[in-house]
């Protein structure tokens, strides 16, 4: 298959990626000469094939530069979050044994001090400027030749979890180490086939590029010799004005983004031509059934729907009209073969909840993490990602909520998951979060805390609508006892949520960090 240096040849002038906020165009000819140059600064850096680098920018003009110069010199290369603290940034250096520490003037308050806390960290260089510390990322790749690197050989992403659960991890999939340059990953080529991408399309991206689902998905527009529009942050509003201007007809959201998206005024929301679009994208949490009822409803029958992690252990996939039949579910395995376990290991027959494994899926490993990577894998080699859920008699799986997140009430367990769906459908909830607080009877109670869409209806009038609401979906034991409110709810621009910041408080954690 064609990729980056073959595209550059034949279409020069085309857009590989687009910047929304800023216009900026970088055509496939300056992303093949600049990643070159970066490969080429590699070699002269000493690093070599199967060594590691860390890139810690925003979405930024440059950013496929970086990586694809790096998968190029068959590095292992790290994208990490710019919401990170220092400390927090210098561990996944120091943890992924990166050499070299790419960064920008933008993130520099947090970037400056890295180096200090990385003593085996060699090189550090920074775009847009420099600091104590940094050479320019400019004039180093500015000196170096233009064509490519003699030795070039598959380079692949390792990347970190969100550590909602403490220290992030990790994912180290199978070296691609001898593989020719433009070898692809089987399984994002297979779903990049499921998604229909090809040379014609043009991809939305509105989520953060340090993610692995944003990150990958570009890297395999790009490889298909499409356009990504990339937009610096996501605005619920602009991504609708975006998709008429560029004439969008692939995108990938989280649910999040389509609440919000609904709860724009109604001429906003119809104002726009949406005609080109052909696939919608979506993943990352279950999405509420009402939600995507009612996307499917505005945008057409064009959402696709899938379910896996980092980890790529399995994958599973389903459209619209598969969906329209198994409301609820994330779609049929594409990659590996998924089994519902009890607690102690036994498999479940249809629609029995239990933890969702997959079978025949790629390996991987938590890097530097034995031990957990022991915990994910049962004695019969089956890995999971965490997550609880069942698998209906046509193979369809659905998700019921993560493990770590399950409420215990007097011996019921109850899946928040099933509760935040009912709230976040109220038209005064912006975003919902349940979770168990102390119940001295029961052990757990169920509390939801509630970012309202106005600050004006945090109000105990309203959190009894709120608990009245829930009562009228939901049996009693699964109803909030009580509902707080937040300004904004600790979620993750990928849709996540810091749900554990949350319940710290109400167990009397202080001293538990994301990290």
């Known amino acids: 298959m064609p990729t980056l240096p073959d595209h550059a040849e034949r279409m020069p002038d085309k857009p590989a990626c687009i910047m929304a906020g800023s216009g900026a165009v970088i055509t496939y000819a300056e992303l093949e000469e600049g990643s070159n140059r970066f490969a080429h600064l590699l070699r002269v850096l000493g690093i070599r094939s199967g060594d590691h680098i860390a890139i ?29 603290t ?38 550090c260089l920074m775009l847009d400027g420099v600091t104590d510390g940094f050479r320019s990322y400019e004039d180093a790749v500015a000196a170096q030749p233009s064509g490519r690197i003699a030795d070039e050989v598959e380079g692949t992403d390792m990347l970190y979890s969100s550590g909602t659960t403490g220290r992030p991890k990790a994912i180290k999939r199978p070296a691609f180490q001898g593989m020719k340059f433009g070898e692809f990953d089987g399984a994002m080529s297979l779903l990049a086939d499921h998604v229909g991408m090809k040379e014609e399309m043009i991809y939305l991206s ?94 057409g029958p064009i959402l696709l729907e899938y379910y896996g992690g980092t980890e790529s252990n399995g994958l599973t996939l389903l459209d619209s009209h598969e969906w329209l039949t198994h409301k609820g579910s994330v779609g049929r395995a ?37 031990e ?32 770590s997140f399950m409420i215990i009430s007097g011996g019921v367990n109850i899946y928040p998951q099933e509760i935040e769906n009912v709230l976040i459908t109220h038209p005064k909830v912006a975003d919902v979060a349940v979770f168990g607080v102390p119940n001295e009877e029961f052990g757990e109670e169920v509390k939801a805390v509630v970012q309202p869409a106005s600050m004006a209806d945090a109000t105990d009038d309203i959190a009894e609508e709120l608990i009245t609401y829930a009562r009228q979906s939901l049996s009693s034991i699964k109803t909030p006892r009580s509902i707080d409110f937040e300004e904004a709810l600790p979620r993750h621009a990928t849709g996540k949520l810091y749900k554990r910041l949350l319940k710290d408080r109400y167990w009397g954690r202080t001293n538990n960090r994301i990290v």
């Not at 996944?92 to 890295?114: E, H, K, P, Q, Y």
């Not at 989280?254 to 979506?282: C, G, N, Q, W, Y």
């Not at 073969?337 to 390996?363: K, M, R």
């Open 372 to 403: 957990r990577t022991t915990q994910v894998y049962d004695n019969r080699g089956w890995s999971t990602l965490g997550d609880v859920g069942y698998i209906d008699e046509d193979g369809y799986v659905y998700l019921t909520d993560r493990q």
């Open 56 to 84: 810690f920018a925003e979405n930024h003009a440059r950013y496929f530069e970086l990586l694809w110069g790096a998968k190029r010199a068959g590095t292992f290369y790290t994208a990490i979050s710019f919401y990170l």
């Open 86 to 123: 220092t400390e927090e940034i210098a561990y996944i250096v120091n943890d992924s044994g990166s050499r070299l520490f790419v960064a920008t003037d933008a993130l520099s308050a947090a970037a400056m001090g890295v180096s200090a806390l990385c003593p085996n960290l060699e090189f």
């Open 334 to 370: 594409i990659v590996g073969i998924p089994h519902v376990v009890d607690n102690a290991g036994v498999e479940l027959g249809s629609n029995q909840i239990g933890a969702i494994y997959f079978s025949d899926g790629p390996d991987f490993e938590y890097y530097n993490d034995p």
């Open 206 to 299: 509105p989520a953060p590029l340090y993610h692995a689902a944003p990150l990958r998905y570009n890297m395999a527009t790009v490889h298909r010799g499409g356009t990504s529009v990339i937009m610096e942050r996501f605005d619920a509003a602009q991504s609708l004005l975006l998709i008429e201007q560029y004439r969008v007809t692939h995108s990938q959201w989280v649910p999040t983004m389509f609440v919000r998206m609904l709860k724009l005024p109604e001429e906003e929301r119809v104002r726009h031509d949406l005609s080109s679009h052909e696939t919608a994208i979506h993943a990352a949490a279950p999405c509420p059934v009402p939600v995507k009822e009612a996307m499917i409803e505005w945008w």
